[in-house]
Every structure is written in C-alpha cells, then in structure tokens.
C-alpha cells in the first residue's frame, strides 16, 4: 500500500476508534472518576504549558517511574528550560505529581488524530519528545517531524511480537520510525528488531535499561528497616503487580505456605489498584486475615495477607519482603520487570511466561539470578525454601544484585545522547520559526 494513503487510512480511523474511546473512558469512569477529569486534553484543549519545554511521554506508572532519574538529572542542568510529562492514565497522573511534586508540568496525551498533534505541536514548541520505552504514535511522530523537533525513543523495547506487528503493518510503522531522531534501545535483540524494520545505524543505539539506574535514598532505606523492625523477623514474601487470573494463584500458593509456616506473611500488591476491591474478596473467600495500606497504617500480628492498594510504594515493599515474585507471569501475560528487587538483593522469583522482558531474564537464568516456575505449587515450594534458608535467600539475593550491578550505566549514555540530539535540532527549529513569522 502506498505509505502516504495508509497514513491518511490511519488518520481517517482513528475518528469512530475516539468515538469508541470515550465509552470505554466513560464506563472507566464508574469506578475510576479521574478516567473523566480533564478529558478535554484527550482531544488537545490542554492547560497552559511554557513553549520550548522538554517533553517526556509516559504512558502510565511504570514508564513514569522509569523516567524519574532521566528528568531529574534534566532538571539539574537545565533549570530554566520547563519540563511537561504526558501520560494516557489518571493513575500515571497521580504519580508524575506524587514523584515531582509541582515541579514539571503534566497533560494527557491527546489520541493520535492527526490534525489534532500537529496543531498542538506547533502549540508546544518543544525542543525534544523523549518517549519512554515504545509508546509510539504515528501522527504525533509526523507532526513533530514536520516541525523539526527531534524525537527520541528511551529504555526502547521492541519484543517479538510486537516486531511482527510492526511488519503486518510497515507501511504505516517503517515510515514513521525513519522520523525519529534517535532509538535508544535496552538490548541487542531490541535494537536487532529497529534494524530490521528500517532504523538507520546513526538512528539507532543500544544504550541499556536505565531502569538499572534506581537511585537508592537515605528515606527509602530507612522506611524499609522501619518496617522490618516491625514485622520482627515474620517471614514476608511479596508477589507484585498481579493481574487478573493471578491473584488466585498466588493466593493459592501461600495458604499452602502458611500450612507449613503459620506466621508467613503475603504482600499483594496489584498491578491496578482499581483491581483492590475484587482481590479483597478473593482474600476473604480463601479465609485468610487481612490488612490493607489504604486503612490501616501497620500490618496487624494477625494479618496472613496485606493488600497495598496505593501508588508509588512497590520499592518499600520489596525492600521488606525475603522474596519477590514478578506478577503478569503466571498467567500467560508476559511477565513485568525484575529490576528493583535485584537492585535491593531480593531474591527474585517468576512464573515462565516473561516474553515482554525476555533478554533480561533469559540473562538473569543465565547468571542463576532468578528462579523461574510453572505453577502455583512450585511458587509454594520455592518461597518455602527461601523461608527455611536464609544461606539460600543471601545466595540468590546476592546473585541478583550482582547482576543488577553490571547492568548500570546506561542512564549516562541516553542522557548525553538526548542532550546530543535536542541541541543540535535547536538551531534549525529557531530557523523554522523565524521563516514562519
């Protein structure tokens, strides 16, 4: 197909898919209210923004989480230039605010209606986009190319099947990703998969996963021994961000834990929060006692389960825990990252299914960092294990950090690869600006 009709067929489609966006938003709304705050900015009436900010888009937490340091490290060396993140979730909203307290400015991506992003580009200004991982949308990357702003792709991911779906779909995706300025992949095969679709060598590095670069605090750790001073020495074990299909495996394996150890303890922790309500029940269903971060400021002597239904907490909680599974991988879902408990020397434990974070897996099983299994029965008896030994518990938390540590670095490489590619843009965006006066 011609690549500018497929363009213009994409850009045509996108109308009844916003249609169908504001039900699903709509219906969100019902027991997520922030899905329909501020829902004029889904299709580009914004709030005031500075023009000529640095523009980072984070689709929710986990890809606000992960650009913490890089606008951190902006916002040392650069505190005159104004900072907005976009994200596409309340629940990312409420994190940009929790992380960066009024320091940077924050919007809803807009949907990728084409006469929508080139107007609110032309708005901006901005002198870069720097999207996180690979949240990438073809009319947006068009209109800033259009404009001269450089686009660079962060931590950038590409699985294999995603790869296919770029290829089903080339002539839409190929020329788009030859607009970007820059694709700073987190490993081999990623940057492997940008080069089959087309990404020019100068386009492209394999910078690492800044995820890697988890700056630990002084606060962080010392609410980590607040908590364990706490708890006493309970055998505590967290299973985090959990989906659908999952929670009851878990559940499942640790009443076969507590049969064993009856003062364990089960931190669950929700990929969604909106999620906290069903899960409370399942925990009830299976009789156990529990406790919850929303109400109840401790974890009671009682409590088998503690259900942490708040934001921005995972790494406290990892920090507590003598073992960490990595939900999303029990339920055929593709696994989510491993990173913060190897970056705290917890022992990391999961299920097979972690196509979305394979290269960093298949490393970790390489360096014996994690312990991978099938079932809940397997999670039981691993978990077991790790309570009965804390020589293997230091081993594999060891094994993991160790691992962690040789990752490092690749926070430094995309940072000066983003100052390299926005200061060389910024003379010929003020050359297009001047031409268009």
């Known amino acids: 197909m011609n690549k500018q009709l497929a363009l213009t067929l994409y850009s045509i489609l996108w109308w009844p898919v916003a249609l169908i966006a504001f039900v699903r938003l709509f219906i969100k709304s019902l027991k997520q209210p922030g899905y329909r705050h501020r829902i004029k900015e889904r299709i580009g009436f914004w709030p005031t923004v500075p023009t000529g900010s640095f523009w980072v888009h984070a689709v929710s937490v986990g890809e606000v989480i ?32 929790q992380l960066f307290a009024g320091r940077v400015f924050h919007a809803y991506l807009p949907w990728d209606l084409s006469n929508i992003q080139r107007r609110l580009v032309r708005k901006l200004k901005p002198t870069s986009l720097t999207i996180m991982e690979t949240e990438l949308w073809p009319n947006l990357i068009h209109a800033c190319h259009a404009e001269l702003v450089p686009v660079i792709v962060a931590n950038a991911r590409l699985s294999e099947r995603s790869f296919r779906g770029y290829q089903r779909f080339s002539s839409i995706t190929v020329p788009m990703l030859s607009k970007i300025s820059g694709i700073a992949a987190q490993h081999e095969p990623d940057g492997d998969r940008f080069a089959k679709l087309g990404v020019k060598p100068e386009h492209l590095k394999v910078t690492g996963s800044i995820k890697f670069d988890i700056e630990r605090d002084a606060q962080l750790d010392n609410n980590i021994q607040q908590w364990k001073t706490t708890l006493a020495g309970r055998p505590t074990w967290i299973a985090a961000s959990t989906h659908p299909g999952e929670d009851e495996q878990v559940l499942a394996a640790h009443k076969e834990i507590v049969s064993k150890i009856p003062n364990a303890l089960l931190l669950l922790v929700p990929r969604h929060i909106e999620r906290a309500d069903k899960i409370a ?157």
Do not use: C
């Open 281 to 437: 029940n399942l925990i009830r269903q299976q009789g156990f006692e529990y406790s919850q971060r929303s109400t109840d400021v401790n974890i009671t002597d009682s409590s088998q389960v503690f259900l942490v239904n708040t934001l921005g907490e995972l790494m406290l909680f990892y920090g507590i825990a003598d073992a960490a599974f990595i939900g999303n991988s029990l339920n055929n879902g593709g696994g989510h990252n491993p990173i913060e408990p190897a970056a705290l020397s917890i022992p990391v434990i999961t299920g097979n299914s972690y196509v979305n974070f394979q290269t960093i897996f298949d490393a970790m099983r390489h360096d014996n960092a994690v312990v991978v299994i099938d079932s809940p029965e397997a999670l039981a008896q691993r978990v077991t294990g790790l309570f009965k030994s804390k020589d293997l518990r230091d081993t594999l938390g060891q094994k993991a950090f160790e691992f962690y540590q040789q990752q490092q670095g690749a926070l430094k490489r995309l940072v000066q690869w983003i100052e390299l590619l926005t200061h060389a843009h910024t003379p010929k965006q003020q050359h297009r600006k001047e031409t268009n006066s």
């Open 66 to 97: 992960a650009s913490k340091e890089l606008i951190e490290q902006w916002l040392n060396k650069n505190p005159n230039m104004p900072v907005l993140i976009t994200t596409m979730t309340p629940t990312g909203s409420d994190t940009v605010k």
